[in-house]
């Protein structure tokens, strides 16, 4: 067995089913109360809308609270059952789907996907015929972000993954970690194809009913019109916002629950239990071990909190990640769509988790606050070991002034009095990337407007040489660039759009 099997051996035993007696430690009420009060000074110092969070330990809820509020402007106050998206952390429930049916007997961890999914096609044909469903869970397809897909596109699940068969792989077959939200829709396809059952109802019929989560709902539209809903909201222009729910129904596997902190401490606990609930199992103890053991080698730039934490390992299980902190092992994950933030933590052998969940994009006090309970709930003194939240939030206004000076550096590189070499109609077309479609370039009065579906579209103003600004009418995806490409003989061959080459199929006036 080679070295680096042998620490894979050794590191999977510790994400096993505990072993270790956990702490009999009970939270005392000076630790909690001392821990409420940090949240709130935390909460206003990160000047978060609202948050909620919820930490379990020995199979019991010790603390669950909001603060802050739901929607910006407004009154209504976030509480320990106002519902968020949760984002990436539905992907371990669509990794325990797949458990559950390893454990009927209906899949296989390592048969080829095109046992389930015949139709199933990757650019490469040796990829799509070793392709397991392991792979997809692991990140390390080869194939690299195609979230533009269904972030900017407006295709349903199944036209997404037609037009991932057109995407070449971004680096060999299992040889590194590209995260990927696709392969997980592709996952919640196998639920669907073996059990006969959507993904979704599988999941809410297996997961969420036994588990007593009441609240929790697996798409967006289950959460209009129903009471104590947060709002997402976001910067635009410089100014925060309320902004609108992006769905993430055409890859729901991947993220597409809605839940609170109450209801996700039900599932911390049944985590926690080893996959038990009310001491019954609803996956196996083998089945459970691989959920939660390491597969492959994560990115460690995932997380700007890691350069803190400073973890020996970094890895990646069935839709977790896997690190150590002060000795323990962890499993963990975030999950983060426009205008939400969510994080789940958990230290198994000593039962104790935490998960966080915020109404603003990217609040990376979530981290801070994983780490602070792990420092006072996790050992035997409840003691605060250091300001998380104060060393975190330092480092990110430090990254903030870094992206701030990056763009004036921008601004400061552009050449002024340039002009385009062709006349304005000239640009005018439509543009087509085999992959993600088409964006189609057309005379606004005496400027160019670009539409590439509904969230990408906008007037051009020019910005220099062959290059255009774009003000897109949603305004929380921003502002762009267009870079046109001439061909040399007063036509206009192609433009660069969103990091992707469209090339131009016919002009259009």
Not at 405 to 419: H, I, S
Request: with cysteine.
């Amino acid at each position: 067995m080679s070295l680096r099997c042998i620490r894979s051996s050794r590191i999977a035993l510790i994400f096993g089913v505990t072993t270790i007696a956990a702490t009999a430690l009970r939270a005392q009420p000076a630790t909690v109360a001392q821990f409420d009060a940090d949240v709130g000074k935390a909460v206003k110092a990160w000047k978060a809308t609202g948050l909620a969070i919820a930490v379990v330990r020995n199979d019991t809820v010790i603390f669950a609270k909001g603060y802050g509020v739901r929607e910006l402007g407004k009154p209504e106050p976030i509480d320990a059952d106002t519902r968020f998206a949760i984002g990436s952390t539905t992907k371990a429930m669509t990794a325990l789907a797949l458990g559950m049916l390893v454990d009927e007997g209906k899949v296989r961890w390592d048969a080829p996907v095109v046992d389930y999914l015949p139709g199933f096609r990757l650019s490469d044909p040796y990829v799509t015929r070793e392709l397991t469903v392991r792979d997809l869970l692991t990140h390390r397809t080869g194939l690299g972000n195609a979230d533009l897909l269904w972030t900017g596109a407006d295709y349903s699940s199944d036209e997404i993954f037609r037009r991932t068969s057109t995407i070449p792989l971004a680096y060999p077959f299992r040889s590194g970690f590209v995260y990927n939200n696709i392969m997980f829709a592709l996952a919640g396809d196998i639920v669907h194809a073996v059990s006969g059952m959507p993904w979704n109802a599988f999941v809410e019929s297996r997961i969420l009913t036994p588990l007593g989560m009441k609240h929790t709902v697996t798409r967006l539209a289950a959460t209009e019109g129903q009471p104590n809903v947060a709002s997402p909201h976001g910067e635009i222009d410089g100014t925060l916002h309320v902004i609108h729910n992006r769905s993430v129904d055409a890859v729901a596997p991947a993220g597409s629950v809605w839940s609170s902190v109450n209801d996700m401490a039900r599932w911390m606990r049944f985590v926690l239990d080893s996959g038990r609930v009310d001491g019954r199992r609803l996956v196996s103890d083998t089945t459970f071990r691989q959920w939660l053991s390491p597969q492959t080698i994560a990115d460690p730039n995932t997380y700007s909190a890691l350069v803190l934490s400073k973890p020996h390992f970094f890895l990646y299980g069935l839709g977790w990640f896997l690190q150590d902190y002060n000795g323990q092992a962890v499993a963990m994950h975030t999950g983060s769509i426009d205008g939400m933030s969510a994080l789940i933590g958990l230290i198994p052998d000593r039962k104790l988790g935490v998960y966080v969940l915020a109404n603003e994009d990217h609040v990376e006090l979530r981290h801070a606050l994983m780490y602070e309970v792990f420092d006072r709930f996790g050992g035997a003194t409840g003691a605060k070991k250091r300001d998380w939240s104060a060393e975190l939030l330092a480092m990110s206004n430090a990254q903030h002034a870094q992206a701030v000076a990056a763009q004036a550096q921008v601004l400061a590189r552009r050449v002024l009095e340039t002009k385009p070499s062709l006349p304005t109609a000239q640009y005018a077309g439509t543009y087509r990337n085999t992959t993600y479609g088409d964006a189609v370039v057309t005379m606004n009065g005496d400027a160019l407007h670009v539409r590439f579906s509904r969230a990408y579209e906008g007037d051009l103003s020019h910005w220099q040489y062959e290059t255009f600004r774009a003000r897109w009418d949603n305004r929380q995806s921003g502002d762009g660039t267009v870079v046109f490409q001439p061909d040399g003989t007063g036509r206009i061959a192609s433009l660069q759009l969103l990091g992707n080459k469209f090339t131009r199929i016919s002009p259009t006036r």
